[in-house]
Every structure is written in C-alpha cells, then in structure tokens.
C-alpha cells in the first residue's frame, strides 16, 4: 500500500529538479519531426488532371469544370481532409502536391481553407467534350516523346505553347483535311475519320 505512495513521492522529487517534459508551445515554436505529415499544398508541377480528385477517401478534393469558359478549377478543402497524404502518393505527376509540415490550421472562415489552382481546359473542337487540361495533355505529350507527333491535333497543342500557331490560326496546313489537325475527343475522331470523309 505504503510502496507506490513512495514512488510517487520519488518522481515528485525527481521532477523538481529535471527540465520539463512538455515543450512551451504555443508561446514558442513547436519542434516538428522532418518526416511530419501536415496539410496537403498544391504545386507548380500540378498539371491539374484530376486524377487525386478521384482518389482522395474523404472527397476533400473537388474539380469544377467551365468546359465554356476552358477553365478547371481543382479545390483542396482542408476543412474535409484528414491528412492521410494518399493525394500525395498517387500523383500523376509525383510532385503535384506535397505534404507540408503546417499543421496550424485554425482559421475565423471556412473559406480560408480552401486552396485552389485554375487550369486552361482543352475541349473537343466538334462536340465541346472535356478532354482535360492543356497542362495535362502537355506533360502526355513530354512523357511520349518521340511519338509525339502521331497524334496531330495534340501536337497542335504543343505547337500553341511554343508560340508558333495560336487559337486563330493554324499553321500547320498540309495539303490534307483540316480536321486532322484540330482536337477532337475519340468519338468525333471516330465519326470524322470513318464516315464523314467518305
Ligand atoms: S491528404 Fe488525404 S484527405 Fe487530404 S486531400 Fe490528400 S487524399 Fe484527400
Ligand atoms: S497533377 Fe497530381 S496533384 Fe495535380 S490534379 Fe493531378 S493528381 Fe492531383
């Protein structure tokens, strides 16, 4: 009865003269582990093809689509993720978005935690079909390499980015149908290709 009285009263004694066991945050910066998984953040390399949207397990990622507009907005909303960093791990690009260390997250609106990136879409020039963003079709066309040129209307989106055609006219005009060269989403390409030039 009396044994675990004294051990208390050792540690009571033993604490007077050791340093504290907690640290003194938040009146001073917390020490964070290096391998610390804080809040997922967005980077420049995200080439916004959605493909964590469709991943994440608690829907914190959202993608809102103006196929009229060409824009995609992909949304992290850090009031919904739980941090698990699975966005992270399976990033098209592997760098797209990162798991940072800050986990101060207590904001005054909602709205504040929302981290959003706007991409320029690419559509179906016939049919206005979402194809995806022009960041994404890009970096396909980079991790193709060599077969880059098989696929024309793609190439022409490589050829927008290097400044040698733009939306209002094309440059490259082989004697040949012109819609070989322009986007179109694999239905329209079917349709085009088999029946319309018939
Ligand atoms: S860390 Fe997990 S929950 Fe948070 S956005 Fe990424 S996949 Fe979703
Ligand atoms: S590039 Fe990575 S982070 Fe960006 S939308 Fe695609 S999967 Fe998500």
């Not at 009396?2 to 004694?13: D, F, I, M, S």
């Not at 981290?115 to 970096?139: A, N, P, Q």
């Not at 989403?185 to 029946?195: G, M, T």
Request: aromatic share 8%.
């Amino acid at each position: 009865m009396w044994l675990p009285k004294l051990r208390e009263l050792r540690e009571a004694v033993k604490s007077l003269f050791s340093r504290p066991a907690t640290t003194r945050y938040p009146f001073k910066p917390a020490t964070i582990h290096p391998r610390f998984k804080g809040k997922p953040e967005p980077q420049d390399s995200c080439i916004g093809c959605g493909g964590c949207v469709n991943w994440c397990p608690s829907e914190a990622i959202e993608e809102i689509n103006d196929a009229e507009g060409k824009k995609r907005q992909v949304i992290w909303h850090l009031d919904h993720c739980i941090m698990c960093g699975e966005c992270e791990r399976v990033c098209t690009t592997k760098d797209g978005v990162k798991m940072v260390p800050e986990f101060e997250l207590a904001v005054f609106s909602r709205d504040d935690l929302h981290t959003v990136k706007e991409f320029d879409l690419v559509v179906c020039e016939e049919c206005g079909e979402i194809l995806s963003t022009r960041d994404h079709i890009l970096w396909m066309l980079d991790s193709l390499g060599e077969k880059q040129p098989a696929n024309l209307g793609l190439l022409n989106e490589k050829l927008k980015k290097l400044g040698i055609v733009d939306d209002a006219s094309r440059s490259i005009t082989f004697d040949k149908r012109d819609d070989m060269f322009v986007v179109l989403c694999p239905k329209c390409r079917h349709r085009i290709s088999l029946y319309d030039s018939l």
